[in-house]
């Protein structure tokens, strides 16, 4: 079977490989700032030899530079945007930071993927308007006084704040978040939270033990219509469903 890349004229393929360089650097300029060859090639939809040659280029063409090393004993390489690359996409945010090599926290590296590869998919399913988390640290229009790793508006238009949750966090601290993403409700600032976790079945479980909650100063009892404001999905698994 012959592949439909090779069916393609010269003057496709070059409107192709330029579809996708606008795709990787905007997604980077949006505020997601680096990313790795693995998500790449998600994004791209494409193989991770293709991906990894378009990777390649845009380093060679200064628009990218990469991190090697980043995680202790593993071959990883995160490849972040220049301010070149930055200059260079018509979409990017005035707000865009450029990738700087040797200040990426290890640890935090899989939490920024897998919030990386929940975007690529809700977007694939119709979600618009994704702001990361980095690019809400640097402008915060919206006055959030708690922020969450990202935000969206889903395809019925109901905005959405993104949270990762890789670990279950203390009674406390739960509590806390919960009331604080409560109040951002009430103010309007988004209509909805999702988490996004390794262990939904541990989530729920640490959600329903959250009975009491702090919102705009006064201490509330948790109704059902407060927890329906609550959506856990696990990570493996999301597709971009509502």
Do not use: C
């Not at 390489?77 to 301010?83: D, H, L």
């Not at 988390?133 to 640097?138: I, R, S």
């Not at 009674?171 to 409700?185: C, E, F, N």
Request: glycine share 6%; no cysteine.
């Amino acid at each position: 079977m012959v592949s439909p890349a090779l069916k393609m004229s010269y003057p496709e393929k070059q409107a192709r490989a330029a579809q996708k360089r606008a795709v990787l650097l905007g997604f980077l300029a949006s505020g997601e700032v680096w990313t790795t060859l693995a998500t790449a090639a998600e994004l791209l939809q494409a193989t991770e030899r293709t991906a990894l040659r378009l990777l390649q280029t845009l380093v060679q063409e200064k628009l990218l530079k990469v991190d090697e090393g980043i995680v202790p004993h593993s071959n990883l390489k995160i490849y972040g945007i220049t301010s070149h690359g930055i200059a260079m996409t018509e979409t990017a945010p005035p707000a865009a930071r450029e990738f700087q090599i040797g200040r990426t926290n290890p640890s935090w590296v899989e939490h920024h993927v897998q919030g990386q590869l929940i975007r690529i998919r809700a977007e694939q399913a119709g979600w618009t308007s994704w702001v990361p988390g980095k690019l809400l640290m640097v402008e915060n229009t919206a006055r959030l006084k708690k922020l969450p790793d990202a935000l969206s508006t889903r395809p019925d238009g109901r905005q959405v704040a993104i949270e990762i949750e890789r670990y279950v966090k203390s009674h406390k601290r739960m509590a806390d978040v919960v009331g604080a993403h409560l109040q951002q409700i009430v103010q309007k600032k988004y209509d909805i939270v999702y988490y996004f976790t390794p262990s939904k079945a541990a989530l729920d479980r640490a959600f329903a033990r959250v009975g009491f909650v702090v919102v705009d100063g006064n201490k509330i009892k948790l109704q059902d219509s407060h927890r329906a404001r609550f959506k856990t999905f696990e990570i493996k698994s999301y597709q971009g469903e509502m």
